[in-house]
């Protein structure tokens, strides 16, 4: 009984040895290979997050045909976003696979299953490979970026976000809307390089349609010549044709161009200065009216009553 016992706590104590020296083996090989992955992992990221912003912002600064430098910024944030976290993610991968082949683990057998893994995920999530195709177009195309007011899908807002998979909207209800690039058929960008003014101005038949215009005309240079707005307006707002005949007033259609995401700021101030200058010079802007007609029908003879 004495014999097992040794052998027995040989076995043991030869077990243990060994286990102390394969993870001295490891502390000793791997974890410094390990250890400068990682480290190189931290480097690569920094240097995508000092290098890509640089690169793009003489990208975009050398071949954008924008002048105002709040669109090239926001062509800067949206390239910066999208390329940053694909690098990053590519960065991340890498040392994953670096770290397992440090340890001794075949890549082969598990790139293959990751291949077959992939296939089939890919048949299975075809909505998620057209939603990053779909938004690879988008950023190349440069259809929108954060910062610009659109309308995607039927719905409209603020531009919050982009990457590959979806995009991020927030509308005047401050709700926010996930749309995934995949269901974007048609994207209306309300902000891109400039914006427009576009409305019509009513007035009732009887003013002189010439002054009405002249009018319109002197607010819209008013206002590119004032100090707090002028610097908004790219094109004056002008008035540049009687556009309907309408039911109680004579519709005169006006149009002037603003910087991107001002054009209703510039809209509102015009619409005000009109209806003070029109109180001023006694300018109807008539409401819809309707006229009432009554009829009244002949009550015929006294002697026909008496049939």
């Known amino acids: 009984m004495s014999d097992i016992n040794v052998i027995y706590e040989s076995i043991i104590e030869t077990i243990s040895r060994n286990i102390e020296l394969y993870w001295a083996y490891i502390a000793f090989n791997f974890v410094p290979k390990i250890f400068l992955i990682l480290l190189l992992v931290i480097i690569a990221n920094r240097v995508i997050g000092y290098a890509i912003p640089l690169a793009i912002n003489f990208h975009i600064n050398s071949n954008s045909d924008s002048v105002l430098e709040s669109e090239r910024e926001k062509n800067v944030t949206t390239l910066v976003q999208v390329l940053s976290k694909a690098a990053k993610l590519l960065v991340i991968f890498a040392a994953i696979f670096m770290i397992l082949g440090e340890l001794g683990i075949d ?146 259609r006006v149009l002037g161009e603003t910087i991107p995401m001002r054009q209703w700021d510039v809209a509102g101030e015009y619409r005000l200065r009109v209806k003070r200058k029109f109180d001023e010079l006694g300018i109807s802007i008539p409401f819809p009216q309707r006229s009432v007609h009554i009829v009244q029908e002949s009550s015929g003879d006294a002697s026909d009553l008496g049939d």
Do not use: C
């Open 107 to 252: 890549l082969a057998p598990l790139l293959l299953a990751a291949g077959v893994v992939g296939i089939a995920v890919g048949f299975g999530a075809q909505n998620l490979v057209r939603d990053i195709f779909a938004g690879i177009f988008i950023i190349l195309e440069n259809q929108y970026r954060v910062g610009d007011i659109v309308r995607i899908a039927g719905i409209g807002g603020l531009v919050e976000d982009i990457n590959l998979r979806r995009t991020i909207l927030r509308d005047l209800d401050y709700r926010q809307h996930f749309i995934p690039n995949g269901e974007i058929r048609t994207a209306s960008n309300y902000t891109k390089d400039k914006s427009r003014v576009n409305f019509n101005i009513g007035v009732a038949y009887e003013e002189d349609l010439d002054v009405v215009i002249e009018e319109l005309n002197k607010i819209g240079i008013e206002m590119q010549s004032d100090s707090e707005w002028g610097p908004l307006i790219i094109d004056s707002i002008k008035a540049i044709r009687v556009d309907n005949f309408g039911d109680s007033s004579i519709d005169i």
